[in-house]
Structures are given as structure tokens and as C-alpha cells.
């Protein structure tokens, strides 16, 4: 199979002629954004690329794909040079003239893959997106999202034979009236730590302490692949600062005993909003924070702020325009509208946000914002609301935190600087743990969803 699909690229190359009409689409750019989840090669055209694909059937794992109307450009050739050695999908790529107006690439992949293939109109700073989205059949065993999985089963069966050997007071604790909906009853913390009788109360200071049960803290680095989010006046840009942030404050926030980080992403590529939460969800995070650094309507915009989601109206005007923002990330990224899974069933869900993850969200988000204003200046001095569609799992407190505004030219060098973003992250850290030192009936009965 290899022999022959090499025979073909190879004699087609030198005995057929490129007959390139005028009108024929024009290569602008190729771009390949390698990941654990899957692996996204994205052809840019200034008009819609015709385009048909196959997987080889038997031999070694390889994807076919044959464009119409396209010539052997440089910027096609450039594809094999942009394919990165340790790239988890795709061990190496061939593109050659196939027939005279049909241009043949030729994944090698690593596994056996389940492609999506789809093209995207243009919008924001793109044209024409032909994208080919390589996801692994079976998922990496090495993967930290089944990792943690595992572990919090280990946990809950831990927790099950606990609580079955223990009085009926604890018993009644976990149950399933002791969920978010009654966590969120339990009135703002007007006295600072409620007593409580078993099982030994968490630390006030959780960092020299242990978490009384396994935690898990969804960190959510906003952007990547193809979406850049904000870029700064001297091309800082949003996706690789808040990736490094939020790595920054896994390691931090890992220092602490019995507490664990699932990255919603951990690289350079475009995870849509929905997905975000579904990962948060299937691990069972008992707090989702997104991390940002957008540019905003004034230049001179400064300060740090935290959003939560709203049951209705934004709180602000700048709180709406800032959710549309984020909003768009997907439409920007490249979301393959045609393969979401469940989408009705999911947006359903999403859409039953609940007043009592509102609540827990501003209680988060304060203890966030007050551990910030501490730090460096706050955008507004309370937390904002506005329609976020990643703070919308309804059973995980959620906040969103714009750490600055990399449009202004003192806040994007700030981004840049390790120590302002140590600062940073010990600011978010010693909020979360204060939010979660103070709220021991946090434990969700809701299990991991699938
Ligand atoms: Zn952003």
C-alpha cells in the first residue's frame, strides 16, 4: 500500500502539468496545532477548498485527503515542514500533485484515528478554513482526564465504606440533600468557621494542611490554536500567558495535600467552550476557574476583574460586551458545529444554570477578587456578572478571571514578568483555598458524569 500510494504521488508529480485557473483558490497560510487530544491541520484559502478524504483500508493507519483545484504552492509544502516530531497523531506527512487539478496529502498517523473534516467561513482576522481535526480512536492511557477519573473513584469507594462504618450524623452530611442546592442554603459566612462535628474540620490554611477529601480544581487557560484571544500592543498574546498562569497555579495549588488540577487544556490548541465544562463535569470538579487577559473597548483599561454568570441581565455593560468577547471563542477556534455530540441534550443541561451555583460562584469569586485587589489594582472593586457560556456547569461554583488587560501597554508588560505572575497565582491560590477552607459542605453527591 505505502509502495503504490508513493508510485502515485511520485509519477503524478513530474508527468502532469499544473493547470491553475485564475479562479482557482489560493493557499493563504497551513497551520498544524499538534495535541494528546487530538491533532488539528487547518488549510486557509481565500475561497472554500473542495475537498475529499479516506482512510487507507488496511496496512498502516493513513488519511487521504485530495484537494480540488489546487496547485503544489510552497505554502503546501511548507505542511510537511510544520509537522512537529513528537506530534501524538501524526508521524509524517507527503503532499504531492496527484492529478492535474487535484493535489493529494498523506497522513502517516500514529493510531488508528476517527477524523473530522470539515471547513469553516471566514471570520475574525481568517478566510476560508479547511480543517481536519485527528482524534485518537482510543484515548491515551497516560490521559490525566482518566487519571483523575480513577482516582476519584478510588475516593468515592474509600468515602462509601467511611460512611457506612460511621454514626448517621456523617452519614446525613454526604447524602444527596447535601448537595449544591443546601450547600448554597447555608447563609453567607457572616461567622467564620462553623463547627462541625465529625469528620475532622478542614485546615483554616489548607495550605499547610490536608483537604479533608480529594479535591479536584478545573483550571480552564482560555484560547489557544486557532484562537489567539487578546494580543498585546507588543504581540503578547492572551492564549500563551494565561496557559502559563494557569500552569503556574496547578503547581501551586498541587502543593496542597489531598487537592488536584485538571487543565480543561494543556497546549497550544482550540478546545471549545462546552468542552471545557463537559471535561470539569466528567471529572467531578468541585470548582471551575477560567483564566484570561483581554483587551477591552479603552486602552487605558487596567485592573483585574472576575465575572460569574448571571440569571439575567449582565451586571454592567463592559460585563456583557466582555461575555460576547469570550463567546466568540469558538466561532474563532473553529468549532465543528456538525459533530457535537448530545448538542441539544448538553445546551439543555448548561442552560439549567442554577441559582444556587450563582450564589456559590460570587461567594468564590469575592474571596478571589479580595485576594487579588491585594496584589494590584481591580478592574471593578466586586464581581461582575454577565452570560458566560463556561461558567455554565450548573453544579460546579464557576468564575472567570481577567488576571489584566494585555491592551494596556503597562499591564501587558506586567503579563510578561515571572514575579507579577507569581504574584498572580499566589493571589487566585490563597482565594480558592480560602473559599474552600470556609466551605466544608462543598461536597457535590453529584457523581463524575460521563
Ligand atoms: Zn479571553
Redesign the pocket.
Known sequence: MKRRLLIALGSATWTLPLLAKPDDPRLVAVRVWPARDYTRVTLESDKPLQARHFLTPDGPNRLVLDIEGLDLSPQLKELVAKTQPDDPNIAGVRVGQYLPRVVRIVFDLRQPIAPQVFTLKPVAAYQHRLVLDLYPKQPAADDPLLALIEEREREDARQSARESSSPPTSKAESSPSANVASAAAISPATQPEPPKPTPAPLPRLPRHGRMERLVVVALDA??GGEDP??IGPTGLR?KDV?LAVARMLRERLEEVPGLRVLMTRDGDYFVPLQERVRKARKVGADLFVSI???AFMRPQARGASVFVLSDGAATSAAARWMAQ??NA?DAVGGLNVGAVKDRVVLQTLLDMSTTAQIEDSLKLGADVLGQLGKVGRLHKPRVEQAGFAVLKAPDIPSILVETAFISNPEEEAKLRDSAYRRRLVDAMARGLLRYLARRPALRRDVKPST
Request: aromatic share 0%; glycine share 16%; no cysteine.
Open positions: 482560555g484560547h484571544g487578546a492572551e494565561v484570561h487577559a483581554d468577547r469570550e471563542a
